[in-house]
């Protein structure tokens, strides 16, 4: 599952910057921005040094310090940005060439994430050797930054939308009510979720499927399945090499079919229809609304809590990366498991035979590394759904306990996210609706240090003054 932590780790942190920037010495942050490049591209090259030592790095021990090594440059390449954002405040140079645009929050967030980007290829440019002899298939310079590129930075067509919105509903020229605004924050975040396949087709390059044979018997599987998918493309996915699939979009008309090149290249006609059958199953059973309905709820109730109660901005920032690493990883991940499961049934069911899919999967499990009995936090590991497969293609018992309770499980978990989405709105209006009464404010705006200082002589002539009369 392609989830750019990293990437939406600095989009929270840039989210949560409340601080009005100050005008730092350009000289002295590109300075800054050039060091901490060095110093990500001298300590990955470290690790790249150490890992070409080794003899084989295909073997266990190998694998899980490659998978560490990658961990640790995410972490540093968030790390440094950070620390540059923060204490540099790099975010407004350009001030000094549009001085209009010193606050302004696009301007700050764009920025950031281009400088961010900036650190990311330093990291990235040393792990093209090790990326060589691990990946399959043959990868030029250009190849291996596009892959690279594409799959860390895609949420950025989400991200791109919600930032301009936000500062027009932070505008003065936004007519809309705090009751209102909640809602129509919501409503827009589903549209533009809805039109994201779009821009996931053109950012990851697919192109159309032009295999007629293989479309022909595609559209035979989703008609039977019930399903209406908008476009079957070829993703290229891994420089045309790793065998993947997947269903984007949850409601019509921008719902497409992607499979990766090594899918295509890799597994049998039958093979591809029961990896396809899989990726209609999510579809069937509206596997990615539910997605977007589970993180809405629990976006919208954990938010104000997290802001009530943390107000320095650092503080915030870790505790929202906290937390969302925390639903991924456990409440996330245990529907996923789930649900990945629930689609390889669905697709045995489609096609008569649990087979096709299990020879599918044997096969990308060897293309991939030979991974059939590794473990993984999204999935159950091949191995398990080989077995889950043919058990409960001759256990009917065993498979309709599962399917039960995956309904049970369903249907108690969307009453509690509705209950919570209601919950939240409902004490948002309320609090909202008692903050419009007539009451003292508190001037909450960051002054700069030159505003603080007029205001200081304001106060001290009218105290001189008054010290004059008595």
């Known amino acids: 599952m392609l989830i750019p932590f990293e990437t ?40 790249v040094l150490a890992l070409k030592r080794r003899r084989s790095l295909f073997s266990a021990p190998s ?43 696009i301007l700050q967030n764009i920025t950031g994430m281009l400088i961010y980007i900036f650190i990311t290829l330093f990291l990235w440019l040393p792990w093209y050797q090790i990326h060589q002899r691990t990946a399959s298939g043959s990868w030029s310079y250009r190849s291996y930054f596009l892959h690279k590129f594409r799959y860390s930075f ?98 019509p008309p921008f719902q497409y079919l992607f499979l990766s090149h090594g899918l295509i290249n890799r597994l049998e006609e039958e093979e591809i229809l029961g990896v396809v059958g899989h990726e209609l199953g999510h579809l069937k059973q509206k596997h990615i609304l539910f997605y977007l309905l589970m993180s809405i709820s629990l976006i919208t109730t954990i938010e104000p809590f997290v802001y009530l109660f943390l107000q320095n901005s ?93 309904k049970l499980l369903r249907r108690v978990a969307v009453i509690l996210f509705l209950f919570l989405l209601t919950a939240t709105v409902y004490l948002r209006l309320h609090y909202f609706t008692q903050s419009t009464n007539p009451t003292p404010k508190l001037d909450k705006s960051i002054e700069t240090e030159q505003e603080q200082q007029e205001r200081w002589l304001q106060l001290r002539s009218i105290f001189q003054d008054d010290i004059n009369k008595r």
């Open 154 to 251: 895609f949420i950025l067509g989400i991200w791109l939308p919600g930032i301009l919105l936000t500062e027009y509903l932070n505008s003065k020229a936004n007519p809309l009510s705090p009751g209102e605004l909640e809602l129509y924050t919501t409503l827009l975040f589903i549209v533009v979720s809805w039109l994201f396949p779009i821009f996931l087709r053109k950012f990851w390059g697919c192109t159309k499927l032009e295999d007629q044979q293989l479309i022909t018997q595609i559209t035979r599987i989703t008609t039977r399945a019930g399903v209406k998918v908008n476009g079957i493309y070829l993703w290229s996915l891994g420089g045309k090499s790793i065998p993947n699939a997947a269903m984007v979009g949850f409601l």
């Open 63 to 105: 694998r899980k310090l490659i998978k560490i090594c990658e961990i640790a440059n995410k972490a540093l390449g968030c790390g440094i940005t950070i620390a540059l954002l923060d204490i540099f405040q790099v975010y407004n140079l350009y001030s000094y060439i549009l001085p209009g645009l010193s606050g302004n929050y």
């Open 8 to 47: 939406i780790a600095i989009i929270l942190y840039l989210a949560s910057i409340t601080q009005s920037p100050t005008l730092p010495d350009p000289a002295v942050s590109l300075l800054a921005i050039l060091i901490g490049a060095i110093i990500c591209l001298l300590l990955v090259q470290l690790e």
């Open 314 to 406: 650092i503080h915030t920032i870790i505790a929202l990366i906290g937390l969302f690493f925390l639903y991924i990883r456990f409440i996330f991940a245990w529907f996923s498991r789930r649900f990945e499961r629930e689609a390889d049934l669905f697709s045995a069911e489609l096609l008569g035979d649990y087979r096709p899919l299990s020879r599918g999967l044997e096969r990308i499990g060897l293309a991939c590394g030979n991974i059939r009995n590794e473990k993984s936090w999204h999935h159950y590991g091949i191995a398990e759904r080989v077995w889950f497969l043919q058990s409960s293609f001759y256990d009917t018992a065993c498979k309709e306990r599962f399917k039960q309770g995956v």
